[in-house]
């Protein structure tokens, strides 16, 4: 497989990595995106426009702290790809565009979701890690999802 095709696979298999189902164990970033992500990197800068504070983490583990609290309080996250992956691949980096919808479900209602996310990937001795990323996220109209991951469940629609 080409450097291209195996961002491709791995940047939508990271998508993914971010499904909740009522019921599964507690959310842990680390179990999770290991493959993924350079928790060794001394120059990883990672931001995603959903967290409400828009922190910019310098390490994986302080990635995986924003998001851990937010992913153990829903009920359930599911995603779809929209459009990409667009990726281009050198020798050692490499970069993948994005764009997903997501319901995220909290106790007290649902958000729908719309994001383009890029990530630049490093290979390293273990393959490829991303080292950078950039998600920018516009919450959409109450119920624009509605049966688009199966059941339709009733949107609350929430200001990013």
Do not use: C
Not at 20 to 44: N, Q
Request: net charge negative.
């Amino acid at each position: 497989m080409n450097p291209e095709q195996v961002i491709a696979d791995l940047h939508v298999r990271w998508v993914f990595g971010w499904e909740r189902d009522e019921g599964d164990p507690p959310f842990d970033f680390r179990r999770t995106f290991g493959e993924f992500y350079d928790f060794g990197s001394p120059d990883v800068r990672l931001y995603d426009d959903f967290d409400p504070e828009q922190r910019v983490a310098t390490t994986a583990a302080g990635y995986g702290s924003i998001w851990e609290p937010g992913f153990r309080g829903m009920v359930s996250a599911h995603h779809a790809v929209d459009d990409g992956p667009h990726v281009i691949a050198g020798q050692e980096l490499a970069a993948s565009t994005l764009t997903f919808t997501a319901r995220i479900t909290l106790p007290d209602g649902a958000t729908d979701l719309r994001t383009t996310t890029s990530l630049v990937w490093r290979r390293t001795p273990d393959g490829w890690r991303i080292v950078r990323e950039h998600n920018s996220s516009k919450v959409l109209p109450a119920g624009t999802l509605d049966g688009a991951f199966g059941a339709g469940l009733p949107a609350v629609s929430q200001e990013a």
